[in-house]
């Protein structure tokens, strides 16, 4: 959400900048993820525009990103051997053209597509993983920026994750609404074994993948994260977690460039402690 701020104001970049080095010094992490071995890359072979949310299954790859000059998002399926493009959703809904993090549950992908804009409105749309038909549409009067999948319940962050949305499909979607217990501010969130894993961006130059016991909402661990390269605001750089996330066991996947992109797989390697995963 922070690169996201960015791209919409040269301006404010150049007012944000100073104060955004200056409290990130301390705190600095410069590797690429904590207490992870990078294993190889896969570069995706098609059109992609700002990423914004990954998800993976054993045959294939989605990614959603925003192309802002046209005002047009999409979901992006690529084959998970090759990375070859397969086909892509527009998903564009008038004003609604911002899609975020995504997460699989059984046979449908949600995904959130909101305004540009913080404290806006978004729809939660639930597509076929197969045919990529919408099945159904959640409106919500809120600017939405990624979502956990979980049978009947959805988990979604705002504008920068300040508040999480909890959601019960089961009934009519009713909704709660708590504070993010991390200062995170998260672009990606999944169910992994029963606990909510999310990533995102601390600063332009660090981020952190945090894992969230559920249902009580309490931060259980945190792993920090390092920038790929040098933020340009319109262009790839930033951390290696503030965009697309999934993880499958003790893998860790990220896309953290615009495209062209590519998928980074990750090994968490921490023997001497115990994983809630």
Request: charged share 25%; aromatic share 8%.
């Amino acid at each position: 959400m922070i690169r996201k701020t960015i791209r919409t104001s040269l301006t404010a970049l150049f007012l944000v900048l100073p104060s955004l080095s200056v409290s990130a010094a301390p705190d600095q992490f410069d590797g690429t993820i904590e207490h992870a071995r990078l294993l190889g890359t896969l570069a995706l072979e098609g059109e992609l525009f700002h990423v914004q949310g990954l998800e993976l299954d054993s045959r294939r790859i989605w990614v959603t990103s925003v192309d802002q000059e046209n005002r047009k998002g999409y979901i992006h399926e690529f084959d998970r051997r090759t990375g070859k493009l397969r086909r892509r959703l527009e998903l564009t809904d008038g004003a609604k053209y911002h899609p975020g993090g995504i997460s699989i549950s059984g046979s449908s992908i949600w995904v959130p597509v909101a305004e540009m804009k913080p404290k806006s409105a978004s729809v939660l749309v639930e597509i076929d993983a197969d045919s990529l038909q919408i099945r159904r549409r959640i409106h919500v009067a809120d600017h939405l920026g990624c979502v956990a999948a979980s049978g009947r319940t959805l988990v979604a962050g705002n504008w920068d994750s300040e508040l999480l949305y909890i959601f019960d499909l089961g009934d009519n979607a009713r909704t709660r609404v708590v504070p993010n217990p991390s200062p995170t501010h998260y672009q990606d969130m999944k169910f992994v074994d029963g606990q909510l894993v999310a990533s995102g961006s601390l600063t332009l130059w660090s981020g952190a993948v945090d894992w969230i016991d559920w249902p009580s909402m309490k931060l259980k661990r945190t792993l920090r994260a390092g920038a790929i390269g040098p933020v340009r605001p319109l262009g790839r750089g930033g951390p290696y977690t503030g965009e697309g996330m999934a993880i499958e066991g003790r893998e860790l996947y990220v896309v953290p460039e615009d495209g062209p992109s590519r998928l980074f797989r990750f090994r968490l390697d921490d023997p001497q402690e115990s994983w809630p995963i």
